[in-house]
């Protein structure tokens, strides 16, 4: 490993940014999908050495979860719901007010979980309102308030993705959709959903990647910290 | 003009179906665009000639419309709302109850209106809801009571269509939701909506094609009429 | 488990319909996609001590059928030719009609079994006519009278999908179009049956879902039902 | 111009090639979009120099047309249904039997036309079965025998383009579908007849080009003169 | 016009969301394409009656803007750089920082100025740098500086949309992030850089649909009043 | 079993087509997919007791094919390079001449292979020529005499489907083209292939569906018994 | 205008990059798509002031390009062929070898022109090969010799563009496939030319954009001058 | 085996290409996907028999290629983290310079290295520069030098494939871009990185397949020896 003086440390296989906690606010996020147990566990010693913390990995199944833990070492820690392994304690909860997270439906949980538990991470208040899609609207509406109370909100759902405008009328926060996956047929995994919020008719909701749980959770956390620090 | 056992008259450019309102309740009706003022009005003459009425034209526009009645005479109507002709007077009012008919915005209006205007062409009381969409829910939450008296409910919306889902959770109606090409970007000319309710995570919805409206005020009403004669 | 003014059962990772039955004439339906077997039976339980039944579970395999069935006990049953459970006894036949349901060809059949199957348990008659695809149109039209004997028909094709159009020009009922996965290459997973259907040129057609039998056969028994309570 | 050892003439814009007739039995085709009048004029001579008859340019309109005639001479004609011209003299009829010409409805009448008259120009003689689209089926079955009289079929469809699967299964003739153009919303300018026609559950149909009317006239000719010459 | 309990005024044409002010911070927003003039000039009249201000109007043409503006008077103005009409004063300038906006090149500026004039509008110091697409790198980086200082970013680019992915890795903001439909050929009207948008690689990258230069300033705003009232 | 007036045999899965050897000179063909051995193994005894063959069964795997053979006898045969199963004797060879089945590449053979044996069992010669994609078109140019002795010739090619176009420029009897999902990336399964075919710039050439060497062999052989009789 | 120490003219509406002369070898190049002449003429002001010449400006239609002449002065030409401006004299003729530009057909003139014009700007020799598409593959053959005494060859194609895996397949140079928009139906505005290039299954050939005959041009240039400066 | 006056050895499954060392330089390569061991080994041994070195096969999984090498003999060796099979000695390192191979990610690698190890089995001076995507610039930036010393550049990156835009803006040399699979949901398994690329604002930028590292590293050689033989 070599630490430069363009801070970041080359380990052949990876270039770890070690500028980021200083010039984003949250150390370099390892994304798991397509890297070996041996690569992640390297570039979570090359980031702990540079004193970054805490550092998520995504897409982490279980078993590559274990592989790791086992070359890191006891400040490594896997949360199964959301696919996420974490290097570090949590930060301290902070920011202006609560996350609210909302899904469609119990398919969506794990998209859902992957966002609270980065936000939680980072230093968030979660609230979890699942299961409460637009087929029954009224569980949604007996929730109204706890939406408006959310500083931040996240929207996740598959299918037909409605809920992320029917979300978006009710509240005065910025809401963030994330479409999954959820779905058969004609949702093209994803695809009719992710139009479906792309093309909200509520204003004040913009779109991460389809099954982005991560990525809603970081933004949401970023947004919720504007004026406080990270 | 050759009418035949078949019973189609045989123009050469067309086949008018004679038989279509014996077997189906309903006159052939004429699809407007790509046909000629002089093609359409010959298709007229012949559904006249052998008693069939009211007879449709979908998809007309003024110009060919007023071409058409100079040569079909005063039981020719042009209808500009829902860019329709007709042949012969609107059936009496009858079914099993109003058809609803529900849009998100003022720019589907002129959806909403064919399939109005077709559904009262064949003889049902419409109740019109238009501009009700989802990001100001209160405005669709207070006709919940029409929604709930209609026999059948026609949702019409654009962008991410997501109306169409709402109402399915609201009612025990069948609901035949229409996309529209109402919108820009993603939207995709009504990609978007067309998905989106064919996804609907609400049980009792189905969908006919983009800017169908035609299409969903002949299905209600066909609904509409059933056990009661056409 | 806690019961809600709201009519809902927050079980943490869902929050039941409970109002469904009241608001739609019919329970909650379960996805089973997705869900573990240990969620479904809670779902299952929460209905059930609500009173509500029957309750269908879709997209059900046989394993985790089988587990849910320990969970549950004797009045759920497995019907794998739908790969649906239910909690329940069918409602007895009623409405306007026997339901017709015709298929493409023999593939189609599980698709078809899970409309036919939602039918009867929602208490309707179900004629099944299946294998009579137009490259044999004579099987189709040797089966016309009980076609035009049904109060609603489900049309279930793959490949072309051209069944659908075909039955909407023969009746003067609603017609139900499911398209279904079967097929190969630019069949693209029932794109191109779904698109085929969506632009019939029989009017009187409407589509679901790609494969979503359930869906078709619920409208079939809700518009069958109409005017005869559910 | 200068026409060289390999059997082309180098016009600077274009390169004839002066040995397809040899080759293929039928001279070079003339493809009028995106040609000036100049450019189609001087490969209509450079074909005529070389005793290259009948030449056939497609997708010609009537005002570049005149253009045309005017440089080229008397035996230049404009086939305004066909949006086709044509050097020189049809050849005489031939064969093995007619051609049969099939269509959904009058719109597609510009595109079957194409079809015909390319075919008659190449020596045969047409059948025109216009406006039999599925919707009504007793005016297709009315003309089986007309259809299984012809040696080679050709069905040209817009919408959901069932036409071919249902004419491919009534007759042992080889069937070249043709997708048009004609509908809206989910046709997708003919996209969704194209992947119907691809996916026919009826053995013998193959598919061209959507619009491609010129390509099917073509190809029933080479097959209808198989075995007689070209 | 109805005002009633629901607060909303009922023009027939139209529902005026009266509550959208009270619910979520800004009056309704009027979609300018699809409506006529006269129908803009009564929506804006109802809302200027029941006291709420600034009202924008989008994707508004300058002739449709002059009717507009005959019909309503001195308190609305037309903003061609953005095709935005405004009814009322802009909101003085709060919120906790300046937004930034960010286009590849000048073709996006009709774009970015919507999401300029409408952040604006809403009470936003605004600082635009233009024309700083990532092929000439250095155009970007020497205004880092004025990037960081921003509360929220606004990343404007059609073509590859890659300007959104360089943006995101040099802030710590959130970036909104809004593909044109500026290219040709694979650019797909803005399809490109929507799909490299959905995929940023950094982190706190969010996106709303193609040219939707109203959704990002609205958004924009949003964030940036957070804690600091509307 | 049930023999009717209209020539089917109702098996209750399927209905059979027993009228199709008279109206299409081929017995009905067996889509293997999807069904299981027993049904299939009922569809042939049917087939057989009719009196009809040969049978074909398609995309047959070898597994099913034993278990198929195992009820149905010795004179079904599985034919593993093109995965069909075959009841009863082929048929001697006829027509007008070979018909030639060129392909791209090695990986190719599976689907020329399915034309190849569906031709053979339909009474044709068959002439294979494999392996001459156009990288190196001396290969394919070095065997024009034995295309141009084809009667009709059919093209099976992936990736860029560039042969289809190569081999109609070359010939003067019909070319059927057939995909294959042979390729990666921007291949997507067969449609650059499936596009490039339906666009060739080569007169007198059709597509079938994407590794469809059934629909390819059979219409081949169609085509080459014309006015032979079948 | 405000040039700066990062070597950018900062003229309000633009960020001219007065630094890629010395980057990159060639001045910034104008896309004139979407540029009133006003803000053309500023830009090429802006370069000549510093001194770079000569500058392209493409997608620039005959009456904006008058309208710039006019601003600019006797030193900017306009090239109609190839739809391109051009400040400043061509470079004189260097690099390793002649480029040669092949198209498949007449229509793909214009984007071939915008290559060859392009390309002899920057200083390299242009061999045209125009009209030898693969339906007369002796067109092609009889110029192989020229094809392979180029240094860089420029495939020009629409349709089916099977001409770049032809092309590719007889040389040993680079070859830039270029797919046009050139066809109708399924050649999906380029689609079809694209995917089938990018599937090529000839070593050696890349792929720019649809209709992009300037980036082509362009890299065949910069390849060409390779070891030879610019 | 037959070699032939046309140079190509028949072996009945495949026509090895004899003539492409001489035509272009290098032997043919063969495309391990969806080809046997045997088949693989068969023709490797005819092009060794025809004395052509080196050969190399793409797409080869480590099973397969041991059953090549137990074949094949010592002269075979397999590059696992290229998935290649190489036949015989690479040539010693030549060309005008390093090719520089650039990625966005540590996933990218496979792709990368089937790049690298072809470049470098053709004869060239491999320069790996990884994991230097966008989201932290400055590990590009601080790599300028080595990019601007190589003589051609092979962007690889997945997700958004921003990356081939800001290396094309940084440098001189040709820049081949290739789209990688890596990402998930709207990544749309590499089409969002395509497209992407295709659409780069940056000039001197031409794209090969999703994964297509093989093509890549081919062409970059091919670029690099002009000039220089082969």
């Known amino acids: 490993m070599t630490p430069t003086a363009e801070k ?39 980031l702990r050495d540079a004193g970054q913390s805490p550092v998520l990995v995504t897409r982490l199944d279980p078993d590559k979860a274990a592989a790791v833990a086992e070359r890191v070492g006891p400040d490594f820690a896997y949360l199964p719901e959301g696919r996420l392994g974490r290097l570090g304690a949590p930060r301290p909860v902070g920011g202006l007010g ?3 997270i909302v899904t469609g439906g119990t398919s969506d949980q794990p998209v859902a979980e992957e966002a609270a538990l980065t936000a939680e991470t980072l230093g968030n208040e979660v609230v979890r309102i699942y299961d409460v899609g637009v087929a029954g609207l009224h569980r949604l509406l007996s929730r109204v308030d706890a939406l408006r109370s959310a500083s931040v909100i996240i929207a996740v759902a598959g299918m037909e993705g409605a809920l992320a405008s029917v979300v978006g009328g009710l509240v005065a926060a910025p809401v963030i959709a994330v479409p999954t996956s959820v779905g058969y047929g004609a949702a093209f995994d994803g695809l009719a959903a992710l139009l479906s919020m792309l093309n909200s008719c509520s204003a004040g909701v913009s779109v ?11 933004l949401a956390s970023r947004i919720n910290h504007m004026g406080y620090g990270h």
């Open 8 to 46: 970041l440390a080359a380990l052949g296989f990876a270039n770890v940014d070690l500028q980021r906690l200083e010039r984003q606010g949250v150390p370099e996020v390892v994304y798991g999908a397509g890297k070996t147990a041996e690569q992640i566990a390297g570039i979570l010693s090359a």
């Open 98 to 100: 609560p996350i609210a």
């Open 208 to 218: 991460v990647n389809i099954d982005n749980g991560f990525g809603a959770g970081f």
